[in-house]
């Protein structure tokens, strides 16, 4: 592996074990054994650095989302399909990330707001539309809204002040939240294959 590979792959695993203010430069060196110089020789500072993290998460959730919608039986099996791919993103993500970018990374949270308000709102927004023809969903729900809503959720759920990681497992308080989501919205057909998917996560 290249150095640049390497430090990159290093820094992602460092971010997301420990968070992003919690892991220096120094840090990052001595774990890659090398100095600070060869590091500054491919990103000029932290910033870079984060930034190319965000980068590779943007991509993975990206790549998630669509062969979630590849392999969806319905839109709610999508949405089933989006859930345990955040599940398998809470094992591996430090709840403070989403805050640290905020607070000490300006640049990549505008960023991370501009695919949250771009691509996450298009595959919420079209999830909606897709249950509406399926008869799932309810046809008189305010799309708009409730795709907003649904949006800002996943960011309520790395907020530690609200669910301190002391107290609650975030991948059950998503996964709470997600499932009265649905249930929110279902029609009788919809909280019909709502209690199917649970029943078939059960058996896994």
């Known amino acids: 592996m290249e150095t640049k590979e390497r430090i990159?792959?290093?820094?992602?695993?460092?971010?997301?074990?420990?968070?992003?203010?919690?892991?220096?430069?120094?840090?990052?060196?001595?774990?890659?054994?090398?100095?600070?110089?060869?590091?500054?020789?491919?990103?000029?500072?932290?910033?870079?650095?984060?930034?190319?993290?965000?980068?590779?998460?943007?991509?993975?959730?990206?790549?998630?989302?669509?062969?979630?919608?590849?392999?969806?039986?319905?839109?709610?099996?999508?949405?089933?399909?989006?859930?345990?791919?955040?599940?398998?993103?809470?094992?591996?993500?430090?709840p403070t990330i989403v805050h640290d970018i905020q607070k000490y990374h300006p640049k990549c949270f505008k960023k991370l707001n501009q695919h949250k308000e771009d691509f996450f709102y298009n595959i919420i927004k079209d999830n909606l539309e897709l249950g509406i023809k399926e008869c799932l969903y309810r046809p008189e729900i305010n799309i708009d809204i409730l795709t907003k809503f649904h949006l800002e959720t996943f960011f309520i759920t790395t907020n530690t002040e609200i669910f301190p990681v002391s107290k609650y497992n975030l991948t059950k308080?998503?996964?709470?939240?997600?499932?009265?989501?649905?249930?929110?919205?279902?029609?009788?057909?919809?909280?019909?294959?709502i209690e199917y998917y649970k029943k078939e996560r059960q058996k896994q």
């Open 8 to 94: 990159i792959a290093q820094t992602y695993d460092l971010f997301m074990r420990y968070g992003i203010r919690s892991v220096s430069m120094d840090d990052i060196a001595y774990h890659l054994a090398i100095s600070k110089k060869t590091i500054y020789q491919y990103y000029a500072d932290k910033d870079a650095l984060v930034e190319e993290v965000l980068d590779i998460e943007l991509k993975r959730n990206f790549e998630d989302c669509q062969n979630n919608k590849e392999k969806k039986q319905n839109s709610i099996h999508e949405f089933f399909l989006s859930m345990d791919s955040m599940k398998e993103m809470f094992v591996q993500l430090n």
């Open 173 to 193: 308080v998503s996964q709470e939240i997600s499932e009265n989501f649905l249930y929110g919205i279902a029609t009788s057909n919809g909280v019909e294959k």
